[in-house]
């Protein structure tokens, strides 16, 4: 079964608005926790914010905030204020327990329009 | 100022000739990663190391090896490069299993 689900392929989004990336997610372990970056055209996997299973608040760090409902096993990715570039490969991850491996999604691609 | 260094960026390597990808780190964490990408999908795990122990993923083809001499630096070596193994090679390094920091990836194209 798929650990991380991100059902959008691709997104367009007009600069300087907002947009949501999903993320689902499913495990059985209590303690997790749920990541999202960011891979831009060079390459580089860019680590973007971290939600733990027992926070008790949405993770914040600056544009970006993560809709964490844990009832519905969803980390909603949101960038606030889109620019240019931030056009990249958007990937959900999750780490269950102790494990050190992380199970990613297919990723979303964004792309800003100006 | 930076942490994950991948050398080289670009590697072309031959049919079966070995070739060795480097990745250092100066952020001193005690996990290093390498993964697999291939075009359009998500990064795939072969293998791990906490410390010194040696991590494989069930699925890493044997022809993939690592050696991390020492905390810094880690190696990934492929002894038969097939055209199937053509892609971007991530190492990635974290402080226990929290986030994981990803250097530039080094493109691999055998011919």
């Known amino acids: 079964a798929q650990k991380i689900t991100q059902t959008q392929p691709g997104m367009f989004v007009q600069e300087k608005e907002a947009v949501t990336l999903d993320c689902t997610y499913d495990t059985s372990d209590p303690s997790y926790g749920l990541f999202w970056y960011k891979q831009p055209s060079s390459g580089e996997m860019i680590f973007l914010i971290y939600q733990g299973s027992y926070d008790q608040q949405n993770a914040t760090e600056g544009r970006y905030s993560l809709n964490f409902q844990k009832a519905r096993k969803s980390a909603n990715l949101v960038i606030s204020a889109s620019q240019l570039g931030d056009s990249a490969m958007y990937f959900c991850a999750m780490r269950e327990g102790n494990d050190y491996k992380l199970s990613f999604g297919a990723g979303t691609t964004v792309t800003v329009r100006a | 100022d930076a942490m994950v260094i991948q050398n080289p960026r670009y590697q072309v390597t031959q049919f079966g000739k070995p070739v060795t990808l480097s990745c250092s780190q100066t952020l001193n964490h005690n996990v290093m990663y390498w993964y697999q990408q291939k075009s359009s999908q998500a990064p795939k795990l072969l293998f791990h190391?906490?410390?010194?122990?040696?991590?494989n993923e069930a699925d890493t083809p044997d022809n993939f090896q690592s050696r991390r001499p020492n905390t810094s630096f880690c190696f990934l070596d492929i002894r038969s490069p097939g055209l199937g193994d053509a892609a971007m090679y991530l190492c990635?390094?974290?402080?226990?299993?929290?986030?994981?920091?990803f250097g530039p990836g080094t493109r691999l194209t055998v011919t």
């Open positions: 190391y906490y410390d010194k122990d040696f991590n």
């Open positions: 990635a390094t974290s402080q226990g299993p929290y986030e994981q920091y």
